[in-house]
């Protein structure tokens, strides 16, 4: 090990997940100034990490730079980008005609704090060109605002107060968004500490992609739920797809209880041209964006249709708006800017052609399961995908629940010293910048590090 460099202190990662030595003791030889300045970050913020998914085993390498689908470590290790940004970066880094729109934006004015010419209306016009749910737009700048925006206006537009998600879910890290069976923290009590009885007490939880189980618990409290919060497709949980199926019995169910159904397509959206609500022909009547909107800047909308969303118009209600939503950088010119630039780039031709890179990239790593004879498999749609080493198909918490979580991290972090950058849980995400090649590193190095731990 170089001069300087500490051994490491224990063989048991956060959660208290066992690493393999050999490949542990490679990764603090490669990244030492990754550590370093992890150490440091970590006196001043909580994790080292100023904000997001800060969970890499057995620490965050700190990136300096990225280029189209590539990423640069303080270290100077280059990696083939798995993570995007965190989701946002579906075109890839410095995206030549995003970069000129922040440019040209920069040159008028960052932040104006008020209506302005149009950039918003624009946005929100590609937004409802490709969303069959959207007719009008509310901008804000975080998931978790809006999702807690979505059940805001939910609420005032039922009168019902109690909110339905399913187990294993994630919409954020607010109160009400964290109750419940997570899949995202080492907490494993459903009333996380600092959030009250009374907010837990508001939540009502059903089995993802079970259409009889959900059914069966929104009829037995449909008079008193507000909405139905739903991802199309997972993400925390490990990149699970809801089936055709289960979303239109949702639909059916919602709609004859009187339920707001609200599709939480944060993540999602990039997975098909219209997001994952087009993919599957199920219209919910609020959606939840972000991520990708914003183009590598903050933004988030709301949006859904005229009938739900009047709740926030103030020309419909006598001049007052049941639902006020203030949010200083919803709307943000900077970050429209780089959301027009991404979304009018972003044809069905590219959704569809990125797609199919990871579609290849899925089957690709299935078939090492099965050459290997191990339980590694993917799961996924679009343009994300997980991989997971369980005993049976993981379509929901409980089936990925039952995988073996040592088995991923220790994987995953055997691709970051093979030089892929991704999350430690086993989640990948593509961006336009990858093609063919990339497909074929990838499955390569995943190979290679099957072997390198021995499972292979």
């Given at each position: 090990m170089p001069a300087g460099v500490k051994e490491p202190d224990a063989r048991i990662a956060p959660g208290g997940v066992p690493l393999d030595p050999e490949q542990e003791r490679l990764y603090y030889e490669r990244t030492p100034k990754s550590r370093a300045g992890y150490e440091r970050q970590q006196e001043l913020i909580p994790t080292g990490h100023a904000g997001g998914m800060w969970y890499q085993m057995p620490y965050p390498v700190l990136l300096d730079r990225g280029e189209g689908c590539r990423v640069w470590?303080?270290?100077d290790n280059e990696y083939l980008d798995m993570r995007i940004g965190d989701w946002v970066q579906y075109p890839g880094h410095r995206d030549e005609k995003v970069r000129e729109a922040i440019v040209a934006q920069l040159e008028k004015g960052s932040q104006f704090g008020s209506p302005e010419s149009g950039m918003a209306y624009r946005l929100a016009e590609l937004l409802v060109e490709r969303m069959p749910s959207v007719e009008r737009v509310k901008f804000m700048a975080s998931g978790t605002e809006t999702n807690l925006l979505a059940i805001r206006a939910a609420?005032?537009?039922?009168?019902?107060?109690?909110?339905?998600?399913?187990?294993?879910?994630?919409?954020?890290v607010a109160d009400i968004l964290v109750v419940g069976q997570?899949?995202?923290?080492?907490?494993?009590?459903?009333?996380?500490?600092?959030?009250?009885?009374?907010?837990?007490?508001?939540?009502?939880?059903?089995?993802?992609?079970?259409?009889?189980?959900?059914?069966?618990?929104?009829?037995?409290?449909?008079?008193?739920?507000?909405?139905?919060?739903?991802?199309?497709?997972?993400?925390?949980?490990?990149?699970?797809?809801?089936?055709?199926?289960?979303?239109r019995r949702l639909r059916e169910v919602t709609a004859r209880l009187g339920i707001v159904l609200i599709f939480?397509?944060?993540?999602?959206?990039?997975?098909?041209?219209?997001g994952a609500q087009a993919y599957h022909g199920v219209t919910p009547d609020l959606t939840t964006m972000g991520k990708t909107i914003g183009g590598g800047l903050p933004a988030a909308a709301l949006g859904g249709s005229a009938e739900v969303m009047s709740v926030f118009?103030?020309?419909?209600?006598?001049?007052?708006?049941?639902?006020?939503?203030?949010?200083?950088?919803?709307?943000?010119?900077?970050?429209?800017?780089?959301?027009?630039?991404?979304?009018?780039?972003?044809?069905?031709?590219?959704?569809?052609?990125?797609?199919?890179?990871?579609?290849?990239?899925?089957?690709?790593?299935?078939?090492?399961?099965?050459?290997?004879?191990?339980?590694?498999?993917?799961?996924?749609?679009?343009?994300?995908?997980?991989?997971?080493?369980?005993p049976e198909k993981v379509v929901d918490a409980r089936t990925q629940q039952r995988g073996d979580l040592p088995k991923i991290v220790n994987?995953?972090?055997?691709?970051?010293?093979?030089?892929?950058?991704?999350?430690?849980?086993?989640?990948?995400?593509?961006?336009t910048a990858i093609g063919e090649p990339e497909v074929e590193e990838l499955v390569a190095k995943m190979d290679e590090a099957l072997g390198r731990l021995g499972y292979a």
């Open positions: 470590d303080v270290d609420r005032a537009y039922t009168g019902r107060t109690k909110v339905a998600k399913a187990v294993g879910a994630y919409h954020g997570s899949t995202i923290s080492f907490v494993t009590d459903t009333t996380p500490p600092g959030v009250t009885p009374a907010t837990a007490a508001e939540v009502v939880e059903f089995p993802f992609n079970e259409p009889d189980g959900t059914q069966a618990v929104l009829e037995a409290h449909g008079d008193e739920i507000a909405c139905v919060l739903v991802e199309p497709i997972m993400g925390a949980a490990g990149m699970i797809p809801a089936t055709t199926e289960y979303l939480d397509e944060v993540v999602t959206l990039p997975t098909y041209y219209g118009d103030p020309l419909l209600h006598g001049g007052r708006a049941p639902v006020a939503a203030a949010a200083t950088f919803g709307g943000n010119v900077t970050s429209m800017a780089a959301g027009i630039a991404t979304l009018e780039q972003l044809t069905p031709e590219v959704h569809d052609r990125v797609a199919a890179m990871a579609e290849r990239a899925r089957a690709r790593i299935d078939e090492l399961g099965e050459r290997y004879g191990i339980p590694l498999h993917t799961t996924g749609l679009g343009h994300v995908f997980g991989i997971h080493w369980a994987i995953m972090m055997t691709l970051m010293n093979c030089g892929v950058y991704q999350f430690s849980f086993g989640s990948f995400l593509f961006s």
